[in-house]
């Protein structure tokens, strides 16, 4: 296909629909039909590939190969990620970067809901928006989904129209800095090329059969009976709109209705109550998981009592950062933090010779940006060669070496059984016990000290250095403690003891 059949193709799947997309983003948008119209469906696997390789590349996931019980979305830790990229389009089931479809969208979302090993899940929204139809109906689905698992939008760094209504709809909506949100309207765009057909000699004539059978052809300019009913159909379609993103962010129709369809920086769109905090990709799972833990029900529905816009701010300045951190060091979202690493930085570890025997505590420091190439692999070196002389001490997280899901890395295990106390009278005192099981999953927070127990008498100040209560650790040495703490706890093997 030439680029002008291209171009053609697109036109036409824009001419006479009503579009959920914005003047600013026309050509973005545009764009993405005409490569879709272009593209050899031939490539689809390696465009889909490709698509997921950069997703998992943002948000610092390892993808195991397929055929290795690889999930059929992108998945590490308790946590899911799902594209909402480029151009969306009706009944299209891939998405290749530059394009997305509902049905797409759709199955990824059934899937996420249906997997017991996924606690929550992530919209990755960057898209100019797309077709009318078919957009709000799965939007609705995704606010239905908040009642049964927690859902974040990171947008980064457009959502707009269609983008909003989908991007809108999920339990939290965070954006970075610079991004763009809104454009909550809708068109209906009628394209003609009578004039150049005349100006080519070219004259198209209709024979039909009632009155309106051949309204939007683009061979004939469009009647302005006609125009006003399109006028009214979008109408009625800017008014769903409306109320969608009402229900899903807790405001009411008029506010909604206020914006006419503006697209605002992040700063602007928090203060009307369109998201719940500006973040940059870095700092949203994090805070994310940390606010997901200490909510009683993922449903914002429930909230009634706040304001949307109050909300927002507090979402933004609310968050206790030292349970975060404890929290990630407790290995909530050890893999999503190693977005913190520049690429060359993590390269370096993960290459490390003996880092492919360490490759849990590898991923473990290439999360933390705090703790250099040089201390890293200095760690990992220590580490192996304590692991060459230790006995095996069993698997890691849940059954066969399965990563345990959110609820079960937060609750520590009973410190008593860890060293083998505490077994007499265990039948005795198991409904007390589950009692404080049940305490501990309902607070949703690590309270071992971690700093006390592992790292109070390391001689490495950068790494450790205090000791114990007397001295508690900050900083960068805080959360090498953690780390080296985990360790030891999950795999048995302790290398900061003294030899």
Known sequence: MTIQTNMVAALQQLNGREMLIN?????????GLTRFASTDRAEAATLEATSREALCMTYGIDDR???????????QDGIAVIPVHGTLINRFSSSWGFVT??????????LVLDDEDVDSFIFDVNTPGGEASGCFEFAREVLASRRVKPSLSMVDALMASGGMAIGGATTKVYAIPSARIGSIGVYRQHISIEGALKDAGVKITFAQAGEHKTDGQPYKDLP?????????DV?????DFIALVADCRDLSPDEVRATQARIYRADEALALGLINAVK??????????AEMAGDDTPDDEEDDDMDAKTKGSEATSGIDYEKIGAMISGGIATAMTTVFATQGRATAIKDHGKAKGQVALAAKLTANDKISEAEAIEIIDAAASAAASAKPAGKVGGKSGKPAKVAEIVEPEDEDDEDGEGDEGDEGDEDEAEQARTARRRDRVDTTNHLDQAMGKNKREQIGGGTGEDAPLKGAAAESA?????????????FRKKP
């Open 280 to 289: 940059t990709t870095t700092e949203a799972v994090p805070a994310f998981v």
């Open 235 to 239: 109408n009625k379609t800017w008014d």
């Open 101 to 110: 479809g509902y049905n797409f969208l759709r199955r990824q979302l059934n």
């Open 224 to 232: 302005d009976s006609v125009l006003r009913d399109w006028t009214a």
């Open 23 to 31: 003047t600013e983003t026309a050509d973005e948008f545009l764009a």
């Open 65 to 75: 190969p397929e055929g290795d019980g690889r999930k059929p979305f992108v998945y």
């Open 482 to 494: 953690s780390l080296l703490g985990d360790y030891a706890a999950h795999t048995g093997t302790d």
